[in-house]
């Protein structure tokens, strides 16, 4: 029964994105196009010139429930287009509802409730589910996008490069389950390893939210919280990709070349483990850490397997300390061993960022403190936001986390809180003027491939900086965020598959392209705005940052979708709704 208001909502939630006032409503005004909570801001951006008055009607009677006057013009940074603010805060009973503009028009419906972005949450982390490789999706769970199972990994070789005691070349070995890793259908243990830390950090901070969060998949209800479950599928092929003779961990389960616009069942070229590397050895040790700390507490569910975690964990560390920067140069690689691999690089320069997130977590685990010991912590530099390739942060976001129980030096504690507020602080400055009233976008710089994860993980910080201070306006512009997220941005996109009443219908992901359904599959984040354009497909509007977005299949450079952008939009929105609770 405690799921039927909820499952009301998401009908309301559905119907609101199907209502014809959708299809009339005008580009103009940009907003969240899923909701707002009653006390929390609600803000529209509307591109025009001009002020005016603005008038928030409730949808289906069109009875006027707030009016209001634009803002002043603000100008945009990188396209110098001109917008006003609609704030209509002021507004908080729950309903639907549209905003109209005079001389521009109105917004597409929104909806106002206590719950209103659970529905998102839960999409996002089924997203999850339909990335998973080795296992049919009936469609009981997954509903129309239901297909066979795919890449089954039992037969896996290993190649040349990656040959050890008793796995000669070619030698066959299982690596099953685990997440596609984005719109192709391979698996990198570096982009899971920030992955599985931004997921199973979601857990640790808001463990208590997940408790009755159900996404609908085949473990569901098994006294397991289905963020665990999911967690659990990769967690499990992880582990199959540390060779057991020496405790060194692959750094990618691959084709030699990406697979073609089909479904994962028709890939039927071979696959290869490829050499091992330190930046993937001390990834899977990080994850592997933190999984022991949170499973330990489902061992009835999952016999053995904390242990199993933290026994690999101590293996993978004891080979990174005798192979301290082995580097992925993939280059190099083909050029010494056959077949030449061509698919996703996931290469680094410095390892430094590794040892840092890999030694926070063992700590952590283990309460030894020899492991941050022998690591220089680099507290006192500038923090920086967490990619595949910088994931230091993440170590310190976990160090913050267990505080009290891991006892920090003296003044370590301190000059992280610091850190992280600083980061959270400069984030804000000169919110007042941004044409989006976001934090995101304020430098060309934010507009990176997968530039979606950089707001995202944006407003992961400032939940954080939220978390230390108590203090209200680093939680307000994690919503701004999030705001972007769904809409409130220069593209006037949502960039959540499945939501929206302007929605990204043509991801790059093969699934969405080869499975003949009109609609592509839910709750995937598309990679967002990326003046690059290195894919070089049609359809970008122009070179703006801010507007360099296209909708088009072919665009990998900006509407590509990957599992190390979903996790932070699962962990953002996931958080503000157990927050605002």
């Given amino acids: 029964m405690k799921l039927l208001p909820r499952f009301a909502a998401l009908l309301a939630a559905v119907s609101l994105y199907f209502s014809p006032a959708c299809a009339q409503h005008s580009d103009a005004v940009r907003l969240n196009q899923v909701g707002f909570y009653p006390t929390a801001p609600k803000i529209a951006v509307v591109v025009t010139e001009t002020g005016g008055r603005f008038e928030v009607k409730e949808a289906k009677s069109g009875k006027i429930a707030l009016k209001g006057t634009l803002g002043e013009m603000r100008t945009s940074q990188h396209s110098g287009k001109h917008t006003r603010l609609a704030d209509f805060s002021a507004l908080r009973k729950p309903g639907t509802y549209v905003i109209e503009v005079a001389g521009v028009g109105k917004s597409a419906a929104f909806g106002i409730n206590d719950h209103v972005h659970r529905n998102v949450a839960e999409a996002a982390l089924k997203g999850f589910y339909y990335q998973r490789a080795s296992i049919n999706l009936p469609e009981k769970y997954a509903g129309k996008w239901a297909r066979p199972a795919g890449h089954p990994d039992e037969r896996v070789l290993i190649h040349a490069s990656a040959v050890s005691d008793g796995r000669p070349e070619n030698a066959v070995i299982s690596s099953p389950r685990g997440w596609y890793d984005a719109g192709d259908y391979n ?7 920030i992955t599985m830390g931004t997921l199973l950090s979601l857990y640790e901070d808001y463990s208590l939210y997940f408790e009755d969060f159900n996404t609908n998949i085949p473990e569901s209800n098994n006294g397991v919280p289905d963020l665990l479950d999911e967690v659990a599928w990769n967690l499990r092929w992880m582990l199959t990709m540390q060779d057991p003779a020496d405790g060194g961990v692959y750094h990618k389960l691959t084709n030699p070349r990406f697979d073609g616009m089909i479904m994962p069942d028709a890939a039927k070229n071979p696959r290869y483990v490829v050499q091992k590397s ?121 160090l913050l ?9 003296a003044g370590q504690a301190d000059t992280l809180r610091k850190n992280v507020l600083s980061y959270a602080n400069d984030l804000l400055r000169n919110l007042e003027t941004q044409p989006y009233h976001t934090v995101m976008g304020k430098t060309p710089r934010d507009y990176a491939w997968g530039s979606s994860s950089v707001a995202a993980n944006q407003g992961i910080a400032l939940l954080y900086a939220y978390r230390l201070s108590k203090d209200k306006k680093y939680l307000h512009a994690a919503l701004g965020n999030l705001d972007y997220l769904l809409g409130r941005n220069a593209t006037g996109y949502c960039f959540l598959t499945g939501f929206g009443s302007k929605r990204v219908m043509h ?18 984040l598309s990679g967002g705005p990326n003046p690059g354009q290195q894919d070089k497909c049609a359809g970008y509007p122009n070179k703006f940052a801010d507007e360099s977005f296209t909708d088009n299949d072919c665009s990998y450079a900006s509407n590509e979708i990957a599992i190390n952008w979903n996790a932070p939009m699962v962990y953002l929105v996931a958080a503000l709704e157990a927050t605002m609770k």
Avoid at 187 to 193: D, P
Avoid at 512 to 524: C, K, Q, Y
């Fill in 278 to 398: 330190t930046a993937a050895t001390l990834d899977f040790v990080a994850v592997m850490a933190q999984a022991s700390r949170v499973f330990k507490n489902f061992d009835n569910k999952f016999p053995g397997l904390a242990d199993s975690c933290i026994t690999s964990a101590v293996r993978g560390w004891q080979w990174a300390e005798k192979h301290p920067a082995v580097m992925y140069n993939q280059d190099a690689m083909n050029k010494e061993f056959d077949p030449d691999v061509a698919t996703g690089t996931y290469g680094d320069r410095s390892v430094k960022d590794e040892w840092i997130w890999a030694a926070c977590e063992m700590y952590a685990a283990t309460g030894k403190a020899e492991y941050i010991e022998k690591i220089g912590l680099e507290l006192h530099q500038p923090m920086t936001l967490p990619t595949w390739s910088q994931v230091k942060t993440l170590g310190y976001y976990t």
């Fill in 401 to 409: 986390r267990f505080d009290e129980a891991v006892k920090l030096p």
């Fill in 507 to 524: 991801p790059h992901q093969r699934i969405s392209i080869a499975d003949g359904i009109v609609d592509p599959v839910p709750g995937l």
């Fill in 187 to 193: 698996k990198y243990i570096v982009n899971s390893g």
